[in-house]
T-cell receptor, first 114, second 114 residues
Framework: DAKTTQPNSMESNEEEPVHLPCNHSTISGTDYIHWYRQLPSQGPEYVIHGLTSNVNNRMASLAIAEDRKSSTLILHRATLRDAAVYYCIPFYEDGSSNTGKLIFGQGTTLQVKP | GAVVSQHPSRVICKSGTSVKIECRSLDFQATTMFWYRQFPKKSLMLMATSNEGSKATYEQGVEKDKFLINHASLTLSTLTVTSAHPEDSSFYIC??????????FGPGTRLTVL
């Protein structure tokens, strides 16, 4: 399994953009990069995923380095509800019926200040 | 997004008793479900992969006779903690795979063993 390195914690002000980095230098060429977040006392929630190109959805944007050894999750305008632990997970997407396992690292705890 | 439920959300039991936790995919069928455990201030740890109609695959170090997993239908997987002890107190979370690259998590079950 590819290892990831994320800052233990980050702070942001409300309404400002947040850039959450993740290093995954041992990622294989077939691993997608998935991001999940976990609010206190809840199950994880899917945020976004990508392979090589940058990705956008209603929750966030994902910027993937050209060498794929790192990626950055971008929250364009942080709100208090975005305070959570954010996990970056390299994920092998088997095109067959087999479903890959999500292996969680320590993640980044994001605090959002009003 | 797809919805996964867990029941119960909280359970307190006496040491030595068994506890069953249910995980249901409410609006989709899931051939594969996963069970995780999370201790306070720690990340999620994958316990096992549950495939409908077959035996679960346990991660290294997880006792299969203590954590019984049954995946009898495409919408239901159960985890039974047998002869629970205080060290089994934890937050148990399931996820259900909608496809090979989409997993949805339940809200978690907090188990306290007295």
């Amino acid at each position: 399994d590819a290892k990831t390195t994320q800052p233990n914690s980050m702070e942001s002000n409300e309404e400002e953009p947040v850039h959450l980095p993740c290093n995954h230098s041992t990622i294989s060429g077939t691993d997608y990069i998935h991001w999940y977040r976990q609010l206190p006392s809840q199950g994880p929630e899917y945020v976004i995923h990508g392979l090589t190109s940058n990705v956008n959805n209603r929750m966030a944007s994902l910027a993937i380095a050209e060498d794929r050894k790192s990626s950055t999750l971008i929250l364009h305008r942080a709100t208090l509800r975005d305070a959570a632990v954010y996990y970056c997970i390299p994920f092998y997407e088997d095109g067959s019926s087999n479903t890959g396992k999500l292996i969680f690292g320590q993640g980044t705890t994001l605090q959002v200040k009003p | 997004g797809a919805v996964v439920s867990q029941h119960p959300s909280r359970v307190i039991c006496k040491s030595g008793t068994s506890v069953k936790i249910e995980c249901r995919s409410l609006d989709f069928q899931a051939t594969t479900m996963f069970w995780y455990r999370q201790f306070p201030k720690k990340s999620l740890m994958l316990m096992a992969t549950s495939n409908e109609g077959s035996k679960a695959t346990y991660e290294q170090g997880v006792e299969k006779d203590k954590f019984l997993i049954n995946h009898a239908s495409l919408t239901l997987s159960t985890l039974t903690v047998t002869s629970a002890h205080p060290e089994d107190s934890s937050f148990y979370i399931c996820s259900a795979a909608l496809s090979h690259n989409e997993q949805f998590f339940g809200p978690g079950t907090r188990l306290t063993v007295l």
